[in-house]
């Protein structure tokens, strides 16, 4: 069965300071994946997406993230954070004929 | 385009209520998704659609809930009766079939509290 480990439940940074996110999917094949952000109050937004080729992925606010096969990972990274960036980050894997599985969200707090 | 339409955004009822959920998903779509969000368990598919027939409804908590989608336009989620336990944000999302990945546009939720 297709399944997605977050396995930080927070991460704190200090503004300015670089993020990374861990994402670890197990799947029967190359999957679609996909990192996103819900900020207080509302809905999940999609903040990137990998498909195929260039394994490095670009997304909306700065964010990028890298699928390594041979790590069976996908993690979401940040250069430099932004107290606006203090959210819940969610990965999600599917394609083909499964639908996306959630992990169970990392939570990001962002200190001045 | 409006995005995905979820309305009451927050519904207040007393146990043993019927609670009524209702979803608009983006014109186009053909996949239509329901999910619990809770702190104890997180995100939770309940049910979804594809060309508003319902495809898998193993998430579906108990006989409680049960979900419709009578034109590609609209969906409820029903409970009933409901319980201090459902007490949770209901979440929305569509997607359109095309290369198959499923890319989800979420609504901004339904906090229901149950007391």
């Known amino acids: 069965a297709q399944s997605v480990t977050q396995p930080d439940i927070h991460i704190t940074v200090s503004e300015g300071a670089s993020l990374e996110l861990r994402c670890n999917y197990s799947?029967?094949?190359?999957?679609?994946l996909f990192w996103y952000v819900q900020s207080p109050g509302q809905g999940l937004q999609l903040l990137l997406k990998?498909?195929?080729?260039?394994?490095l992925v670009q997304g909306i606010k700065g964010f990028e993230a890298e699928f390594k096969r041979s790590q069976s990972s996908f993690n979401l990274r940040k250069p430099s954070v932004h107290w606006s960036d203090a959210a819940e980050y969610f990965c999600?894997?599917?394609?083909?004929?499964?639908?996306?599985?959630f992990g169970r969200g990392t939570s990001l707090i962002v200190h001045p | 385009d409006a995005g995905v339409i979820q309305s009451p955004r927050h519904e207040v009822t007393e146990m043993g209520q019927e609670v009524t959920l209702r979803c608009k998903p983006i014109?186009?779509?053909?996949?239509l998704f329901w999910y619990r969000q809770t702190m104890m368990r997180g995100l939770e598919l309940l049910i979804y659609?594809?060309?508003?027939?319902?495809?898998?409804d193993s998430g579906m908590p108990e006989d409680r809930f049960s979900a419709k989608m009578p034109n590609a336009s609209f969906s409820t989620l029903k409970i009933q009766p409901s319980e201090p336990r459902d007490s949770a944000v209901y979440f929305c999302?569509?997607?359109?079939?095309?290369?198959?990945?499923?890319?989800?546009?979420f609504g901004p939720g339904t906090r229901l509290t149950v007391t």
């Open positions: 799947y029967g094949a190359t999957p679609y």
């Open positions: 999600a894997a599917g394609g083909g004929s499964y639908i996306p599985t």
């Open positions: 999302a569509s997607s359109a079939t095309g290369g198959f990945s499923y890319e989800q546009y």
């Open positions: 990998y498909f195929s080729g260039d394994t």
């Open positions: 659609f594809n060309n508003n027939v319902p495809i898998d």
């Open positions: 014109s186009g779509h053909d996949y």
